[in-house]
């Protein structure tokens, strides 16, 4: 059983950064990649960054590219998204997920897309 848990979320203003953690983000028999998903009041979840098992791959929204890093500390079993030079579109519930097969960020998700979700943690941008 994968158990997720965010931490690290807050406010800050534009411009600034945040690194968002995530415990529990093991790669198993059932889970080949871990990732972030976000979802902004009205709108969709949105997948913001994936990491694969194999070769350790990065994937990444074009929205977030250039800004957002994602990575793992393979000894702690933590997730990182590191965010810089953050916008105010960027405010939203973060939540690391992880599933066997995980979709290609930058697409709408849906809640069965992952087989495990953490409780999510909460970024605010301000102008």
């Known amino acids: 059983q994968v158990q997720l848990a965010e931490s690290g979320g807050g406010s800050v203003q534009a411009g600034g950064s945040l690194r968002l953690a995530c415990e529990g983000a093991v790669f198993t028999s059932s889970v080949n990649c871990v990732a972030w998903v976000r979802q902004a009041p009205g709108k969709e979840r949105e997948g913001v960054a994936v990491v694969y098992m194999l070769g350790d791959l990065t994937r990444y929204a074009d929205s977030v590219k250039e800004r957002f890093t994602i990575s793992r500390d393979n000894i702690k079993n933590l997730l990182y998204l590191q965010m810089n030079s953050l916008k105010p579109e960027d405010t939203a519930m973060y939540y690391c997920?992880?599933?066997?097969?995980?979709?290609?960020?930058?697409?709408?998700?849906?809640?069965?897309?992952?087989?495990?979700w953490g409780q999510g943690t909460q970024v605010t941008v301000s102008s």
């Open positions: 997920a992880a599933a066997r097969r995980c979709p290609i960020p930058g697409r709408s998700v849906a809640r069965a897309d992952y087989d495990y």
